[in-house]
């Protein structure tokens, strides 16, 4: 049973537009959402995070937005640049035991085009 | 403050055999994470390690196995290597509770 969803595997977008990259969440113990982005031979590195009683964060280029009554967040990237194309994971925790662990999402792959 | 340093980089093991992976947090991190990455599974999570405690176990099997040190750095241990341990193992560290993690470059480990 997956609890962290990205149910899109890829996205193309133009350079200098907005990348948009959704993710859904099935836990409702979950009150701390994060996203990485990952390079080919690297580990992933922790772009923003959001917690649970927020509905915006915002860190330069990127915003992450939650919504918590759909169980969704999405993470805006804008303006988008070719430095960007990378794997993109959603992680989520929340509580105590097993449910404070980071649970990923399967990644999306953000291509950002000249 | 130097990163989550991860060794070795690169295996390559045989069937049946054993590895082990080590790990070294970054200063002051008291929680080390294993994860285990494959094309199209996203991060699959092993185990968590924070004061020398297992906190928290993914579902893998017994061969997957773990243990942290006194200096907070870990290792994973696999045992009887099977094709489908090929994978990129990741280990990440973090403060405590809650709290964003940190990762390593990863080993890539190749089981033929």
């Known amino acids: 049973d997956q609890q962290v969803k990205q149910n899109s595997p890829s996205l193309s977008v133009q350079e200098g537009r907005i990348s948009i990259l959704n993710c859904d969440y099935t836990n409702s113990m979950f009150d701390y959402f994060l996203w990485y982005k990952k390079y080919p031979a690297e580990g992933p590195t922790f772009l923003i995070s959001i917690s649970s009683i927020k509905d915006k964060n915002e860190d330069g280029r990127f915003t992450v937005f939650l919504n918590k009554s759909a169980k969704h967040l999405s993470l805006h990237i804008v303006p988008s640049q070719p430095g960007d194309s990378a794997v993109y994971f959603c992680a989520a925790s929340g509580g105590t035991g097993a449910n404070s662990k980071l649970t990923f999402g399967k990644g999306i792959t953000l291509s950002v085009r000249p | 403050k130097a990163g989550v340093t991860q060794t070795p980089r690169y295996l390559i093991k045989t069937r049946g055999q054993q590895v082990t992976l080590s790990c070294s947090p970054i200063?002051?991190?008291?929680?080390v994470s294993w994860y285990q990455q494959t094309p199209g599974q996203g991060l699959q999570f092993l185990f968590e390690?924070?004061?020398?405690?297992?906190?928290n176990k993914g579902n893998f099997p017994g061969r997957f196995s773990g243990r942290q040190f006194s200096n907070s750095r870990s290792e994973m241990n696999v045992s009887t290597l099977e094709l489908g341990d090929s994978a990129l193992y990741l280990c990440?560290?973090?403060?405590?509770?809650?709290?964003?993690?940190?990762f390593g470059p990863g080993t890539r480990l190749t089981v033929l």
């Open positions: 990440a560290s973090s403060v405590g509770w809650g709290n964003e993690q940190f």
């Open positions: 200063s002051g991190h008291r929680s």
């Open positions: 390690y924070f004061s020398e405690t297992q906190r």
